[in-house]
């Protein structure tokens, strides 16, 4: 029983040491009937596109940080410099 408490003891101190993280993207789809939401749509445009057809609608994130997006491919970029002659 120590041992079960102890465990859950840490578990709950591990999880509630993670830093919380803010959302840099600016709307949400909430679609209709379901209460299903995606909140990775970086203008109003995008997220209409994915929730036509499936109902529901479009509205800011709450959770929106104004961070910038990044994705992997936007690492260092790397440009080849030509020899003059």
Do not use: K
């Amino acid at each position: 029983m120590r041992s079960l408490v102890g465990t859950l003891f840490l578990l709950v101190a591990v999880s509630a040491s993670a830093p919380a993280q803010a959302d840099p993207y600016r709307w949400c789809a909430q679609y209709g009937g379901r209460g299903a939401s995606n909140c990775y749509f970086l203008t109003w445009e995008q997220c209409e596109a994915a929730r036509a057809g499936n109902g529901g609608f479009c509205n800011r994130n709450v959770f929106y940080d104004g961070r910038p997006v990044t994705t992997p491919e936007d690492g260092i970029r790397r440009t080849r410099r030509h020899s003059m002659g």
